[in-house]
């Protein structure tokens, strides 16, 4: 869902009830970035049939909106702000030739395993 601004999207209470009722595994809200702000645009996904009323920071969200920001503002390299409590910032860059949207930015490990097959 594209919003007015990145301000909307910031300011926006979702009732998860109701977006529990939509098709697909969640909703995506996205909005331009204040022109000061540094940012292409600001972003947050919800998930609650996932159990995650919103994901923080969401990779997958953002290989979804990197061809739509990128054919809006007409430039394959983008940062997005996600808006979410805990927020993020995500470098995009947009390799149409490859069909592929790179993805960088700071992360913390909470976890590591192995898997023995």
Known sequence: VI?????????????FD???KCPGRGIIISGPAPLDSGFDY??????????VNEDHVCGSA???????????????D???YAASARSGVVNIHL?????????RG???????GSLSV
């Not at 996904?45 to 159990?51: A, E, Y």
């Not at 953002?62 to 394959?76: E, I, V």
């Not at 390799?95 to 993805?103: A, G, I, S, T």
């Not at 700071?106 to 590591?112: C, F, G, N």
């Open 3 to 15: 919003l007015s601004s990145g301000e909307t999207v910031v300011e926006l209470q979702p009732q």
């Open 18 to 20: 109701l977006i529990c």
């Open 42 to 51: 600001y972003y947050r996904f919800f998930i609650p049939k996932l159990q």
């Open 62 to 76: 953002n290989c979804a909106l990197a061809l739509y920001w990128s054919k809006r503002l007409g430039k394959c």
């Open 78 to 80: 983008l940062v997005a």
């Open 95 to 103: 390799d149409e030739q490859n069909q592929k949207v790179l993805l």
């Open 106 to 112: 700071k992360a913390v490990t909470i976890m590591e």
